[in-house]
């Protein structure tokens, strides 16, 4: 096992994700650090290729041992539909676009499945955590990308994803302990397999 140092290279420019990991990380004292890299991202229907591709990437042009973290959305009753699009959805669709296009379903359930990959001289890692919600009937809230406005996450009380954050809700432990299922597995392993003690 090679001795780490403190820190950790983080390539992503989703400052929502980064913060989510820092926490994490910042309980076992080790510093996450963002980089925004460069990176062309595969299209696919395979998030896990995707991720995979992405943090080869990342390593690559960073030379150093790096995370990397993406989500694909799914929802049951548009099967599977959007999943790695949804970036690009949020480009294309407002939030009321999003409740026009879900308005007819019975079936409201979504899920984030949530990615975080790790990658060194010695291996590849990926950890998986799917998150459920439901669609709202309306839009709600002001922060960040469409999507955000219009769905709420179990155990939120209905709030949606954009109001937990209005509200600074977004990193209690409760919730944190709910919804950074991935980045605990990567923290957890990290730790145990990578961190040397002094």
């Not at 420019?13 to 925004?36: C, P």
């Not at 690559?60 to 690009?88: E, H, R």
């Not at 950890?127 to 219009?150: A, M, Q, S, T, W």
Request: glycine share 8%; hydrophobic share 40%; with cysteine.
């Amino acid at each position: 096992m090679a001795k780490t140092s403190g820190s950790l290279l983080c390539a992503t420019t989703n400052t929502m994700k980064f913060n989510l990991g820092r926490e994490l990380f910042a309980v076992h004292g080790i510093e996450l650090q963002q980089i925004v890299l460069d990176i062309t991202e595969i299209q696919g229907e395979d998030p896990e290729i995707i991720i995979r591709d992405k943090v080869e990437k990342a390593y690559a042009a960073t030379g150093q041992p790096v995370v990397v973290t993406d989500d694909s959305w799914s929802i049951p009753g548009l099967n599977g539909f959007p999943g790695p699009y949804m970036k690009s959805m949020n480009q294309w669709f407002s939030a009321d676009d999003f409740i026009r296009l879900t308005r007819d379903l019975k079936d409201r359930t979504i899920f984030i499945n949530q990615f975080v990959a790790f990658k060194d001289e010695l291996e590849t890692v990926v950890f998986r955590h799917d998150i459920p919600g439901k669609i709202l009937e309306e839009p709600r809230g002001n922060y960040g990308p469409p999507i955000l406005k219009v769905v709420a996450l179990d155990g939120d009380d209905g709030l949606s994803i954009a109001e937990t954050y209005d509200r600074g809700k977004e990193h209690e432990a409760e919730r944190l302990g709910r919804n950074a299922g991935a980045w605990q597995q990567l923290v957890g392993w990290y730790v145990a397999h990578k961190v040397v003690a002094a």
